[in-house]
């Protein structure tokens, strides 16, 4: 059904994409976000609600499946520990 | 009735009267929409609502049901069963002119006698379902949607189902099959309600051409 995605930063700009699209961020603040910058907690936006359609969209569009017991604090701490997580996934 | 009229008129299924919004001329030709199931139902009501505006502007009248145990509905979503929504697509509306689906609502749109259906985002049963699992260890302390066992069995099994003439329409981040991907915000993961008169906009123009080119206006 889908390709599969091959390119570090096209799972990165994937990740901005859904951040955005999902919690309703701006360009600019999903643009200035980096590896340290924190996450779950930090951003009002982000709320365990949220959490559940972040990563339900994140699967659609890397084309992954991610698991109930992958899924703790620790992903969702900061955007370079959801990255890393997402390019594990879409990358393997 | 103006042709941007808006309304309330009940449907029987299973023993108990629903409701169905409509906005349009009762008289006109009649197009259902089905919602997104559960939470994404309230996230999506707003662009409905939009769309449903457009299409009225253009002559038709578009019905939206509380499926059993949602919305208006006088009954409890634990109690109703899967096969209850299919029956309540079926029966809400009779012979509609077009299906208008979005996202799980297009797994009932195979359970009604149309000749033409449009399908916004479609998600298997099994997605739906995940989702539904997600959203409740998300939410501390429960709240939510609690269907029963039983539904969401069934709801985990049921998949999109195959017609003559269904056209599937996605947005552009989507990595899935569509015969369009057209710009947008998935306004149904947003945890706090909005809309987008441009998604709306091109989503009301793509279904009337659809209906067009399927004769069912």
């Given at each position: 059904m889908t390709a599969a995605l091959n390119d570090e930063q096209e799972v990165d700009a994937t990740l901005r994409a859904v951040l955005r699209d999902v919690l309703g961020l701006s360009e600019d603040r999903v643009a200035a976000l980096n590896e340290a910058s924190p996450l779950f907690?930090?951003?009002?936006?982000?709320?365990?609600?949220?959490?559940?359609?972040?990563?339900?969209?994140?699967?659609?569009?890397?084309?992954?499946?991610?698991?109930?017991?992958?899924v703790d604090a620790d992903l969702l701490e900061t955007y370079g520990s959801l990255l890393t997580f997402a390019r594990a996934k879409a990358l393997q | 009735m103006s042709a941007s009229g808006l309304g309330y008129g009940r449907y029987r299924i299973g023993g108990s009267d629903e409701w169905l919004m409509r906005i349009g001329d009762p008289a006109a030709p009649a197009v259902l929409f089905l919602p997104p199931l559960f939470e994404e139902l309230n996230?999506?009501?707003?662009?409905?609502?939009?769309?449903?505006r457009l299409l009225a502007g253009e002559g038709l009248c578009c019905w939206l049901p509380d499926l059993p145990g949602t919305g208006e509905s006088e009954r409890a979503l634990e109690e109703v069963s899967w096969e209850a929504w299919r029956e309540a697509a079926r029966?809400?509306?009779?012979?509609?002119?077009?299906?208008?689906?979005l996202r799980g609502g297009a797994l009932l749109d195979d359970a009604v006698d149309t000749t033409c259906r449009w399908?916004?985002?479609p998600v298997s049963?099994?997605?739906?379902?995940?989702?539904?699992?997600?959203?409740?260890l998300m939410a501390e302390g429960?709240?939510?949607y609690a269907p029963s066992?039983?539904?969401?069995?069934a709801l985990s099994a049921a998949d999109?189902?195959?017609?003559?003439?269904?056209?599937?329409?996605?947005?552009a981040t989507d990595r899935a099959e569509a015969d369009r991907k057209v710009e947008g915000p998935p306004l149904w993961r947003r945890s706090e309600p909005q809309n987008s008169s441009e998604l709306a906009a091109s989503v009301a123009s793509d279904i009337l051409n659809w209906m067009r080119q399927c004769g069912a206006c």
């Open positions: 907690g930090a951003l009002p936006e982000f709320d365990s609600m949220a959490v559940a359609g972040l990563l339900t969209e994140l699967e659609e569009r890397l084309g992954i499946l991610i698991e109930d017991h992958e | 996230r999506t009501r707003a662009l409905m609502a939009s769309v449903m029966a809400s509306v009779d012979q509609p002119r077009a299906t208008v689906a399908r916004l985002a049963g099994n997605a739906v379902a995940r989702d539904l699992a997600r959203a409740g429960g709240g939510g066992e039983a539904m969401i069995t999109l189902g195959t017609a003559a003439r269904v056209r599937t329409v996605r947005l």
